[in-house]
């Protein structure tokens, strides 16, 4: 069965850090490309970051480019998503998404047919 579980959220200050975890089944993992997306209470999900099944090629938004960084962990089927200088409009609920091979690194939301229940940000001010 195919699973995403993500977590790491939270709450922080402005300028905090998290690091937010997913933990994939092999059958979500495997060859796949994946991604963070988000979503903010009264918006659209958006895309935060996206990386190839080889952890080579990484993708990530304009509005959280030099902030945020992807990575995957190949040996424990991991995916990361460090965060730093959080800001308020970063709080959301921010969500693990697996795209099947053949990929490419995406930033679009249609790509992706696995996805996770999602785990909490939130950023004070």
């Known amino acids: 069965q195919v699973q995403l579980v993500e977590s790491g959220g939270g709450s922080v200050e402005t300028g905090g850090s998290l690091r ?10 495997s060859s796949s490309c994946m991604a963070w997306f988000r979503q903010a209470p009264g918006k659209e999900r958006e895309a935060v970051a996206a990386i ?11 509005s959280v480019k030099g902030r945020f960084a992807i990575s995957r962990d190949d040996v424990k089927e991991m ?20 795209a099947p091979a053949p990929c490419a690194v995406s930033l ?10 999602g ?4 950023v004070s001010s």
Do not use: F
Request: hydrophobic share 35%.
């Open 79 to 98: 995916l990361y998503l460090q965060m730093n200088s959080l800001q308020p409009e970063d709080t959301a609920m921010y969500y693990c998404a697996a």
């Open 52 to 62: 190839s099944p080889s952890g080579m090629r990484t993708g990530v938004a304009d």
């Open 119 to 122: 785990t909490q940000v939130t």
């Open 20 to 29: 937010l975890s997913c933990a994939a089944s092999r059958d979500a993992y």
């Open 108 to 117: 679009i939301e249609d790509r992706y047919t696995n996805w996770g229940q």
